[in-house]
């Protein structure tokens, strides 16, 4: 069951928001109030779980982010380990681990768990590259062929990832997020490539 105080608020505060005045806790009294409230959230109280979830949402925000690229899947991943935290409160031992450091690793935990599931949806969804097949649409294959088989050509001059993110993007409609995992580029990387790819094909085209 999804604790209620996360349905009632979704928006995550950014660093620098009110938070108990945690930039004048000492670390020590830091750690002691954190987990306090982690007690009184294995005890079913909502308000210290509320208090909890205030206070370090934006630092495991932080955490989730640098794991997942797009930010719907690190706020879902977010809430995911808050539920977690919820249902697992009871188990947290100060003797073990500092208060954060245990719910980091939950947060990192459902933040890897989100990225293999997108994972495994992209690679169910996709199609291999060499099975991709370009086809003009029935009504002006005549009128086409001509021009597919140009584009063809032009295609097969691209070197094979930028040919792959080109025909992923264009063809099968995947985000330049999704082409960064798969190809283990970053972001930024990708829309490099699929630009200079594009500008390549244009001028292949107009040749």
């Not at 005549?142 to 088989?149: I, M, N, Y």
């Not at 140009?150 to 993110?165: F, G, I, K, S, V």
Request: net charge positive; aromatic share 6%; hydrophobic share 45%.
């Amino acid at each position: 069951m999804v604790p209620p105080e996360i349905r009632e608020q979704p928006q995550i505060r950014r660093p620098g928001s009110q938070s108990f005045s945690a930039g004048l806790m000492n670390e020590t009294t830091r750690d002691a109030e954190i987990a306090l409230w982690l007690a009184r959230t294995a005890e079913g109280d909502r308000a210290a779980f509320a208090a909890l979830y205030r206070h370090s949402s934006p630092k495991l925000m932080g955490l989730v982010r640098r794991i997942l690229l797009r930010s719907d899947l690190a706020e879902e991943a977010l809430q995911e380990a808050y539920v977690r935290i919820w249902s697992n409160a009871a188990q947290f031992d100060s003797a073990l681990s500092r208060p954060m450091t245990w719910m980091a690793a939950i947060a990192r935990n459902a933040a890897i768990d989100s990225r293999r599931r997108a994972s495994e949806r992209i690679a169910k969804e996709s199609i291999p590259i060499d099975e991709i097949q370009l086809a003009a649409p029935a009504q002006t294959a005549d009128l086409q062929s001509a021009e597919l088989t140009q584009l063809r050509r032009c295609l097969e001059a691209l070197n094979a990832p930028a040919r792959d993110m080109v025909l992923l993007a264009y063809h099968q409609g995947w985000s330049r997020e999704e082409l960064a995992r798969k190809f283990e580029r970053p972001t930024a990387t990708v829309k490099t490539i699929l630009r200079r790819s594009l500008a390549a094909l244009k001028e292949c085209l107009d040749g």
